[in-house]
């Protein structure tokens, strides 16, 4: 039997990859290819870590809720100052798959990532010039408020509700929700998915403190 709580997180599916405009309509009895194959089942932070580098530049990333470090440590791989902002210290993974090589790579156990051990909030959000997201509980409001008001770039793939200081009224989606609060609140806003299961859509706001286009590091991108 369900709880309160879980009742009262319970919101509509968002749209589909294809309402959003992300995929185009497989045509019954076209071979499936690409991104119209099965989802990866796992290796979101690769999958993650290797989107940011392939669309934007080096530059200082907070990892919001970033639990052991994975994706701070993937990014810092590929150039970017990463740092985790998590409340709860916990240690890296020994190991990972590189998708670029296919090869199992060790991680010593000497190794850190940088970290701050607080919840996230507006104010720990200054300073860098990238907030991301992955499935972070209580943090996807604030991350829309800081690129509100400074110029820094969110890249969010929300998740739940849980621990956020507004929901969605009864009936509404909170993916879409979010994505009109960040509009509303005058942020651009540019909507991606990866190929893993589970929620895999996301969102890359800027502030109008950050030109669109620009890719972080005060450089002009012309992706995502």
Not at 17 to 39: F, H
Not at 45 to 55: E, P, T, V
Not at 101 to 106: E, F, I, K, N, S
Request: include cysteine.
């Amino acid at each position: 039997m369900e709880t309160e709580t879980q009742q009262r997180h319970r919101y509509p599916q968002p749209p589909s990859l294809v309402e959003l405009g992300l995929v185009e309509p497989t045509t019954v009895g076209q071979r499936r290819s690409g991104a119209d194959l099965p989802k990866m089942k796992k290796f979101r932070f690769q999958l993650l870590g290797d989107w940011i580098a392939d669309n934007f530049a080096p530059c200082r990333v907070a990892d919001v809720g970033g639990g052991k470090g994975m994706l701070a440590y993937l990014l810092g791989r590929q150039g970017f100052d990463a740092v985790v902002i998590d409340p709860m210290e916990q240690a890296l993974p020994d190991k990972f798959k590189d998708l670029r090589t296919g090869a199992r790579v060790r991680i010593e156990s000497s190794v850190r990532v940088p970290r701050i051990t607080e919840p996230f909030s507006e104010e720990p959000g200054a300073g860098f010039d990238m907030l991301v997201a992955l499935h972070s509980h209580g943090s996807n409001i604030a991350i829309i408020e800081t690129c509100v008001r400074d110029p820094v770039i969110g890249v969010i793939l929300p998740c739940c509700v849980i621990d956020e200081p507004q929901v969605p009224p009864v009936g509404a989606n909170w993916f879409m929700w979010l994505v009109e609060l960040a509009q509303q609140r005058g942020l651009s806003v540019e909507l991606f998915a990866l190929n893993f299961s589970g929620q895999n859509v996301g969102i890359v706001v800027r502030g109008p403190a950050t030109a669109a286009g620009s890719d972080g590091s005060g450089q002009e991108s012309e992706t995502p």
